[in-house]
């Protein structure tokens, strides 16, 4: 167990929808993470939060959003959702954002676009 | 990021060392060298990572060459828990995470 928790741990819906994936970094991690791991691309980084602020961006796509509230919790939110989003969705976190920083992975949250 | 090549499978004994190898011709001096395994769809955990120096701790022990062109986890005696998709990573200032494909270990009883 990493200490980061990730809900829902699975998400079915339908194209054009709307979905809110949720994550709690460890205590006392400042740093958030989301990657995508879909079966045709591999992990990849999509966006990166610190202290509430955005830090790094990757491959997100416009139609996705995220953010990280106060108490240090992130959320993703997909939009407009097509079946090539399906996919399992990673959180991690890191105490700070420096080099040596090891970042601790959820469990994931396995979408499925119908 | 500097990229990784690795094999895309390997076999090992249960109780026998799994040696998994890592290429990184084109990493640059402040680029560290992290491994991260993947157990079916669970999410990646961290084994091990360095810089210059070979490290060691309670999982692994990761050797890296003097040049830092290349690299070898090593897993003193595999058992069949160890069966996964191993990753090495190679990381800039940046803090970001970039995978490659992997290795998949499959521990042989």
């Known amino acids: 167990d990493s200490g980061v928790t990730q809900t829902p741990k699975h998400l079915i819906t339908a194209t054009g929808q709307r979905v809110t994936l949720r994550c709690s970094p460890r205590s006392g991690d400042l740093s958030v993470y989301w990657y995508q791991q879909s079966l045709d691309q591999g992990l990849q980084f999509l966006i990166q939060y610190y202290n509430g602020e955005e830090r790094a961006k990757g491959n997100i796509l416009e139609r996705f959003s995220a953010q990280q509230f106060p108490d240090l919790h992130s959320e993703l939110n997909l939009s407009s959702l097509e079946l090539g989003d399906s996919a399992l969705y990673f959180c991690?976190?890191?105490?700070?954002?420096?080099?040596?920083?090891?970042?601790?992975f959820g469990p994931g949250t396995r979408l499925l676009v119908l | 990021d500097a990229k990784t090549t690795q094999p895309p499978s390997m076999d090992c004994a249960e109780g026998r060392a799994a040696n998994l190898p890592c290429n990184h011709s084109?990493?640059?001096?402040?680029?560290?060298v992290y491994w991260y395994r993947q157990i079916h769809s669970q999410g990646p955990q961290y084994i091990i990572h360095g810089l210059k120096n070979n490290e060691t701790n309670e999982m692994a022990s990761l050797i890296i060459t003097e040049d830092r062109k290349s690299s070898t986890l090593i897993l003193p005696h595999a058992t069949l828990r160890d069966t996964a998709v191993y990753y090495c990573?190679?990381?800039?200032?940046?803090?970001?995470?970039?995978f490659g494909t992997g290795t998949s270990l499959t521990v042989i009883p």
């Open positions: 990573i190679v990381r800039r200032l940046g803090n970001q995470f970039y």
């Open positions: 991690a976190s890191s105490v700070e954002d420096r080099v040596q920083e090891t970042q601790y």
């Open positions: 084109t990493i640059s001096g402040n680029e560290y």
